[in-house]
T-cell receptor, first 116, second 112 residues
Framework: AQKITQTQPGMFVQEKEAVTLDCTYD???????LFWYKQPSSGEMIFLIY??????QNATEGRYSLNFQKARKSANLVISASQLGDSAMYFC?????????????FGAGTRLFVKA | EPEVTQTPSHQVTQMGQEVILRCVPI?????FYWYRQILGQKVEFLVS????????KSEIFDDQFSVERPDGSNFTLKIRSTKLEDSAMYFC??????????FGPGTRLTVT
C-alpha cells in the first residue's frame, strides 16, 4: 500500500500566482514528520519545509506553507507568488517513527511548470 | 550550517565493476541512510545504519550491496558487481536529534 500519495503528476501555474501541491499519507505511528523537497533538473534534493505530527500550527517558510490536516492525513504544499525558478519536481515525504527506523518514504512527485 | 557531503558527484563505471560511494555524515548524527533514485522515478529507501550495523534494509538491497563506516567518519555504499539497472542517483542521509533527515547532494552513478 502506498504510504505517500501525490495525485498530480504535473501541474501548471502562472507566474506570481499561488499553487497547491497535494499530498496524502498513511501511517499508524503517532510520531512522524512530513517534508517537502524540491528537485531541480540538476538532481539535488532541496529541503523546503517540515511539519511534525505534534505541531499544531501549520509550518511556513517564506513563500512555502504546509497545509496540515491531521485527521484527513493530508499535507499539501502551498507556494505563493510562483516564480519561474520554482519549476521543478516536488516530493512529499514522511519520516516514519521509531517502529519504521525513522526512514523517509517518498511520494512519486509532482512536476511543477511555472509559465511566464 | 552542518551538511552531509558525498563523493564523487558523478561516477561512470562499466558493468560488472565494483563501485564505492562515499558520504561524510554530520558529526553528531547517529542514524545513516542510503536512498536511490532511478532517473524520472521516486526516491527509494535502500538501507539504514545505526550503531555500526544495518538496522533495516529494503528488498532492493541485495547481496551485491554493502555498507560500512570504515573509519568512524565516512559512510560508504559498495556495489560489488554493477548492473545497468544500478544507474541512478544515490543519496546519503543522516538523522539529527530533532529527527529531521539531512540529505547529501547525491552521487550520480552511470553504468555502461
Amino acid at each position: 500500500a502506498q504510504k505517500i500519495t501525490q495525485t498530480q503528476p504535473g501541474m501548471f501555474v502562472q507566474e506570481k500566482e499561488a499553487v497547491t501541491l497535494d499530498c496524502t499519507y498513511d501511517t499508524s505511528d503517532q510520531s512522524y514528520g512530513l517534508f517537502w523537497y524540491k528537485q531541480p533538473s540538476s538532481g539535488e534534493m532541496i529541503f523546503l519545509i517540515y511539519q511534525g505530527s505534534y505541531d499544531e500550527q501549520n509550518a511556513t517558510e517564506g513563500r512555502y506553507s504546509l497545509n496540515f490536516q491531521k485527521a484527513r492525513k493530508s499535507a499539501n504544499l502551498v507556494i505563493s507568488a510562483s516564480q519561474l525558478g520554482d519549476s521543478a519536481m516536488y516530493f512529499c515525504a514522511m519520516r516514519e517513527g521509531q517502529t519504521g527506523g525513522f526512514k523517509t518514504i517518498f511520494g512519486a512527485g509532482t512536476r511543477l511548470f511555472v509559465k511566464a | 550550517e552542518p551538511e552531509v557531503t558525498q563523493t564523487p558527484s558523478h561516477q561512470v563505471t562499466q558493468m560488472g565493476q565494483e563501485v564505492i560511494l562515499r558520504c561524510v555524515p554530520i558529526s553528531n548524527h547517529l542514524y545513516f541512510y542510503w536512498y536511490r533514485q532511478i532517473l524520472g522515478q521516486k526516491v527509494e529507501f535502500l538501507v539504514s545504519f545505526y550503531n555500526n550495523e544495518i538496522s533495516e534494509k529494503s528488498e532492493i538491497f541485495d547481496d551485491q550491496f554493502s555498507v560500512e563506516r570504515p573509519d568512524g567518519s565516512n559512510f560508504t555504499l559498495k556495489i560489488r558487481s554493477t548492473k545497468l539497472e544500478d544507474s541512478a542517483m544515490y543519496f546519503c542521509a543522516t538523522l539529527g536529534v530533532t529527527y529531521e533527515q539531512y540529505f547529501g547532494p547525491g552521487t550520480r552513478l552511470t553504468v555502461t
